[in-house]
Each structure stands twice: as C-alpha cells, then as structure tokens.
C-alpha cells in the first residue's frame, strides 16, 4: 500500500493561475472596459447637445403654438395660413428674429431682437451667468442663437381620392435646425401637426 505524501497534497492546493487564464482575463477586461468608455463618449456626446436640442424643441412648439393662436383668435384667415406668395409665411430656413407687427414669427416682416444687456442686436440671445454663477452681474455672458435657423412650410392636404385638395385642411411643418463645434452634419427639431379652417 502506498502512502501519500501530505506535502504533495499541499503543493497541489497552493497551485495559481496558469499564463493562459491571466491572459483571457485580461482579454475580457480589456473588451469590457473599451466598451464602458464607448458607452461613456456616447453620453458625454448626448449631453453636450442637451441644451442646444431642448432650445429648437422649444422653438418649433413655438412657431407652431404661434399659428394656432393666430387662427383661433381670427388675427389671420385659413387662407393665409400659407407660405409666401399666397399666404403670410417665409418659405425656407430664416434666423430666429422677432415677430413683426402682424405677430408670428416666420414671416416676412420679422424684425431683429434690440440689444439688450451682453446680448448684441440681430437674432434671438440670451444673458447666461459668468464665472460667478449669477445671472445679472457684471459678467454674463451671451448666449446668441445666431446658430439656430426655422423653417415653416405649409402644405396643402389631399382628399382621399389623391387628387382634389381639401380645402379645410393644412399641414404645418416646423423645422428649428442649429449647428455647433463638432458637429459634422446640423441636428434639427420638427413637429408637423394639421390644422383645420374650423376654431
């Protein structure tokens, strides 16, 4: 019968990791950690237009609120719910200025925005807080939306025939596009809704 030796036993429990193993697990690690960052830029990236796209949100509901309320309130007619040269809006993208005398933005007879503290004339500004962080003060500065552009188009809805233009029904389509340093291509904001020549 043969004995075994304890000691053999001991050695075989103390045994670590073989090369292989420490080199799949820094393999995994690797892949694993690479995608964490992917995931980090992603959002950091996110984030960075945060405010930009909160703004042409907030700009196309807007223009949109704005031609509804024109409607409701018998300020326009159905049929000049319309892009020039029939009807009261400027066909294209224009610089967020400020509604002329008729009231609604994205027409012909918008007017820049005066000066108004660190905020220059020409199109839509805002006064952010400086290095102290209180809005008011000697050091804040502009934040100008000279980047931003709004597009309104209106266009005519089919009957369901294909053909014959209903005449009671519109589409509205608001576009608030902006670009900023490092962003290749414009984003943009749109909110296409119809509206009917009944209030």
Aim: one cysteine or more; hydrophobic letters at 40%.
């Amino acid at each position: 019968m043969t004995r075994r030796n304890p000691e053999n036993r001991k050695a075989k429990r103390q045994q670590g990791f073989t090369l292989v193993e420490v080199m799949i697990a820094i393999v995994i690690m690797t892949i694993s950690t690479i995608g964490l960052m992917a995931v980090f830029g992603a959002a950091v990236g996110a984030t960075q237009s945060a405010q930009e796209d909160l703004i042409a949100r907030q700009k196309a509901l807007e223009a949109m609120e704005s031609i509804y309320t024109a409607r409701n309130t018998a300020q326009i007619s159905f049929a000049q719910i319309a892009n020039l040269p029939t009807g009261q809006f400027v066909l294209g993208a224009s610089p967020l200025l400020q509604a002329g005398p008729d009231g609604l933005v994205g027409t012909a007879d918008d007017v820049p925005f005066p000066a108004n503290g660190v905020c220059p004339a020409g199109p839509e500004c805002y006064p952010m807080p400086g290095p102290d962080g209180i809005l008011g003060t000697a050091d804040d500065v502009p934040m100008s939306l000279s980047n931003f552009t709004r597009s309104i188009t209106i266009n005519n809805v089919l009957e369901s025939d294909g053909v014959t233009i209903n005449p009671n029904l519109k589409q509205i389509v608001v576009v608030v596009s902006y670009t900023k340093a490092g962003l290749t291509v414009p984003r943009s904001y749109t909110v296409q809704a119809l509206i009917s020549s009944y209030r």
